[in-house]
């Protein structure tokens, strides 16, 4: 399976032909390009770094065959659209674009008391890849590889370190990195390496590259 990394927390995942994306929001500059690639998208949560709903909507529009998968929150705007549009919570297990997808999580993490927490779901891929969202939800299976948030208003690093402990992934890369200059990214994956905090590497992967997961 190939991994298409976007800006922030965006990417395609591909394999036979076949693709998915996983959070095209406003940050990323070439979501609309990510969208129209692939058969199906996927929305951990409603944020508009996740999830630019002018994007969907239009790209709904014009692909009958487009579908789209999200917390209730998320999908249940195009209520008209039930053949395109399907919501997942915890515990679901769906296929999209050919891919296994299973659903775990419940909210967005906590960022200050007076920001209200709405739903987020992470999925995992073909039982190896695991985007949480925002969220340190630990799925209760093996993970080979995880993407890792690094900046936010509702990160920590500390936090961030126990997560990785507990997931215990084979594999660690970067997402949801805008808000880190290029310094600030190498001091997080000084800090999330086996030199430090973590068994497993931090691995950034630049916008635009490509590996195997």
Known sequence: MQLIKHAHACVSLVEDG?????DPGTFTPDAKEAVAAAEAVLITHEHFDHFDED???????????LRVYGPAGVVERWSARRGQVTA????????????DIAVFGDLHAAIHRDIPRVANVGYLVEDRLYHPGDAYHVPPTPVDTLLLPTSGPWTKLGEAADYVHEVAPNRLIQIHEIMLSQTGQQSM???????????VPLTIVPAGDTITV
């Open 18 to 22: 076949r693709r998915i994306v996983i």
């Open 88 to 99: 997942v919570a915890a515990g679901d297990r769906v296929t999209a674009a050919g891919f």
């Open 55 to 65: 994007l969907i909507a239009q790209a709904l529009d014009a692909r009958p065959d």
């Open 189 to 199: 994956a000084r800090f999330l390496s086996p030199e430090a905090l973590t068994e």
